[in-house]
């Protein structure tokens, strides 16, 4: 395995997690822009790398791995909040992800299992999956008209009822009766959950 993080006291300190079990062979690598190179002589079977490097970032670096290491199996390890890196996950980018509060029972079951072809992830992936198919089905029902898309573009935008009355040249109670059956339509309470699920599901 191959430890990859710009921090030397960090990198040493995940390096001892590893000391006591003899089956894990363990390098480190405190450059990222070394790794491809690194690794055209010497692939490892498994890569831990923190994805907050200066240099170049985990995410990237994971990237040009897979590229010329297709089998090579990727953990990132992060400070930051993992949900935002389950999307790599259903992309197969990555095979797993770990806090950097992760113990150390955590962190070794999760490369255990990843060498076996197996993958660890916190039950709160299962919210994500959730929530990403939900939107899946959602998006499916959901057709708006031209005139709901201009009202969807002009909330988000930040125009008032009376402005977006003025807009499109309807009375201000019209307006406001559009955007109950707009929220009603995306099943939101507000202006802003309404422009964020436009977002995410591209109705904008």
Do not use: C, W
Not at 85 to 98: T, V
Not at 136 to 146: F, R, S, T
Not at 151 to 176: D, S, V, W
């Amino acid at each position: 395995m191959l430890i990859v993080d710009d921090h030397p006291i960090v990198l040493e300190g995940t390096k001892n997690l590893f000391q006591e079990n003899e089956d894990i062979i363990v390098d480190t690598e405190s450059d990222a822009t070394h790794v491809i190179q690194r690794i055209k002589n010497k692939p490892y079977d498994i890569y831990l790398i923190d994805i907050n490097m200066p240099l170049e970032n985990g995410i990237n670096l994971a990237r040009n791995i897979k590229a010329i290491q297709s089998n090579a199996s990727i953990i990132l390890y992060t400070g930051d909040e993992i949900t935002d890196y389950y999307p790599l996950i259903l992309e197969r980018k990555i095979e797993g992800i770990l806090a950097k509060t992760a113990s150390k029972e955590q962190i070794l079951r999760t490369v255990r299992a990843i060498v076996n072809g197996e993958i660890v992830l916190p039950q709160n992936f299962l919210d994500f999956l959730d929530n990403k198919f939900r939107l899946q089905d959602a998006k499916l029902d959901i057709h708006l008209n031209e005139k709901e898309k201009k009202i969807l573009r002009l909330i988000a935008e930040g125009h008032t009822n009376k402005a977006i009355a003025i807009e499109l040249n309807i009375p201000q109670r019209t307006t406001e009766r559009y955007l109950t059956q707009l929220f009603s339509l995306l099943n939101v309470d507000s202006r802003t959950d309404a422009v964020n699920l436009a977002e995410r599901m591209n109705l904008l």
